[in-house]
């Protein structure tokens, strides 16, 4: 198994450019996220899915867009990308939405905003 | 408020001595509570979970955790530090609503542990 893959692990945008960060699980997980890392502010969580065609926000969703049309895809789109969303990116997926699986994260997108 | 605390930024200890990285939660129902590792340039890994049971956990790479209720802790401890342990160390709790427990992690903000030689 792959686990949690990420694409691409760089990305350098100009402000107003969209783009989107692609997720692929191989594990059969039910459950997707997507996180972003800021210094001194931990993860925090930008949307989730529980399963194909269900999605729902996170604690920081503005300025993002997901779909999740297969189990195993769980794409990110920044619209119009901004300076503060400069960030690093994780995907992380797990077995089910309201077990205490463990959670896996992809290896992650370190996104810079011009 | 529901949320998890991470006292310190960074620890620092020399090899071979015991470690302790400190966590502590806020959370309306009982908790579950996860330790994660983060290496430089890499996604986080899972160490442990306490969800219900023997307050002390075991973990991945010799780690462990202990639970406690009364101070609403969850420090993660290895008796003997590495350098290879170096390394960024989340703590997280799963949050509750009034439905009961979400599908959320709440992480902390991380504490950087530097093993020196």
Sequence with gaps: NAGVTQTPKFQVLKTGQSMTLQCAQDMNHEYMSWYRQDPGMGLRLIHYSVGAGITDQGEVPNGYNVSRSTTEDFPLRLLSAAPSQTSVYFCASRKGSFSTDTQYFGPGTRLTVL | ?117
């Excluded at chain 2, 939660?25 to 340039?41: D, I, K, M």
């Excluded at chain 2, 969850?74 to 003997?80: A, E, M, Q, T, V």
């Design chain 2, 1 to 117: 408020a529901q949320s998890v605390a991470q006292p310190e930024d960074q620890v620092n200890v020399a090899e071979g001595n015991p470690l302790t990285v400190k966590c502590t939660y806020s959370v309306s129902g009982n908790p579950y509570l996860f330790w994660y590792v983060q290496y430089p340039n890499r996604g986080l890994q899972f160490l442990l979970k306490y969800i219900t049971g023997d307050n002390l956990v075991k973990g991945s790479y010799g780690f462990e955790a202990e639970f406690n209720k009364s101070q609403t802790s969850f420090h993660l401890k290895k008796p003997s530090a590495l350098v290879s342990d170096s390394a960024l160390y989340f703590c997280a709790v799963r949050g509750f609503n009034y439905g009961g427990a979400t599908n959320k992690l709440i992480f902390g903000t991380g504490t950087l542990l530097a093993v020196q030689p």
